[in-house]
């Protein structure tokens, strides 16, 4: 005699069994036990004790997020210190178009590469990666020196040769290429 | 574990707003139900942990987008599902060396006492989760189907073939 599969007892259990498997179980005892007992297992697993997590995770989860609001308030602080620059510039290149130009070119381009790098960044961040504790604490220190020295740039802005904040802006490249080498070998690591 | 949380709108609204303490209070609410469905989808408790924080990580950072259609826990556990499927598939190698196959555990014989929980820890991670987003969580085939990115007949197969291996390793169980 032909039973029911655990496909068709699984579609009785559904409500969506073939004609076949629902005359088929009235009649046959065996089916009948057998769909009894997928009823039971299904009770069972819905029964079983809630699994507790064993470490608590919100500190690691309240960092990641304190160091993404930082980067958030940083690019915009970045990108109005540039705004106020890059106008402080212009107007000192229509009084001095001379020996202003070239740093002025040389100032672009380091903020040229500032802003690709920091897009970059995003991208790798917007997912939500997960950090091992060393490379978050290494993620940390470069963000904060990062952070420091867009403080020094926006408090230059007014007063400071291009020369000077050509140096900072350079510095400021040379330290957002170690955050993304930092982020670039983790995704890397964990085959993302 | 069958939960239908609701929280307060006005904490879901003060966790929008940025408010970390709100925040904290929405993952201490969800983190033992998003735990336990990741950890009975995924084998080893330290992707489910892993899993956990990827979720409330997202959660943070995209509670804006929760537009109050449904519950809270529905969109919380559709990101932690998705997570933990997208481990499995990572993970696929490891997914295919089944604890069935275990040296010095051939086939089914995993001795007595075997009950039902056992058993199911010992299916493969893809035949947990469908057993787990169906039979527990109330997933349809359809929806399970959409977020493995396989077919409605490939959720039915798994869940029947998981099924019927655990039928067996509870038979076998009881039998020795």
């Known amino acids: 005699m032909m039973h029911c599969t655990m496909e068709d007892l699984g579609a009785l259990q559904a409500g969506e069994a073939s004609v076949w498997a629902r005359r088929h179980i009235t009649t046959c005892a065996t089916c009948q036990a057998e769909l009894e007992g997928l009823y039971q297992r299904i009770a069972q697993l819905k029964a079983l004790p809630a699994l507790r997590p064993p470490r608590d995770r919100w500190p690691a989860v309240k960092s990641a997020l304190r160091v993404q609001r930082s980067r958030r308030r940083r690019t915009w602080g970045a990108w109005t210190g540039s705004l106020a620059l890059a106008a402080t510039i212009a107007a000192v290149l229509l009084m001095q178009p001379g020996t202003q130009a070239t740093a002025h070119a040389e100032l672009s381009q380091v903020k040229r590469q500032s802003a690709t790098l920091e897009d970059s960044l995003q991208r790798y961040d917007t997912d939500g990666r997960v950090l091992s504790g060393h490379a978050a604490a290494v993620v940390a220190d470069l963000e904060d020196r990062i952070s420091i020295l867009d403080g020094a740039l926006v408090q230059r802005e007014q007063g400071a040769q291009d020369a000077e904040l050509v140096q900072l802006w350079q510095e400021r490249v040379g330290l957002m290429r170690e955050l993304m080498n930092a982020r670039a070998t983790r995704a890397r690591y964990v085959g993302l | ?176």
């Open chain 2, 1 to 176: 574990m069958t939960v239908a949380f609701a929280v307060p709108d006005v904490l879901v609204a003060r966790a929008q707003a940025g408010d970390e303490a709100a925040l904290e209070a929405l993952y201490r609410a969800f983190e033992t139900p998003v735990y336990n469905l990741v950890r009975r989808m995924l084998r080893r408790p330290e992707d489910a942990e892993d899993v956990l924080q990827e979720t409330f990580l997202e959660v943070v950072r995209n509670i804006k987008q929760y537009r109050g259609e449904g519950y809270l826990w529905g969109w919380i556990r559709r990101i932690a599902s998705t997570k933990a499927l997208m481990r499995i598939r990572r993970d696929h190698v490891r997914e295919t060396e089944s604890l069935d196959d275990e040296p010095g555990k051939p086939g089914m014989h995993i001795g007595a006492n075997l009950d039902l929980e056992r058993a199911f820890e010992r299916l493969t991670e893809t035949s947990r989760a469908v057993v787990w987003l169906h039979d527990v969580e109330g997933y349809t085939h359809e929806e399970i189907a959409e977020q493995m990115g396989k077919s409605v007949s490939f959720s039915k197969s798994q869940l029947a073939r998981a099924h019927a291996r655990m039928r067996r390793m509870l038979d076998e169980g009881a039998q020795a």
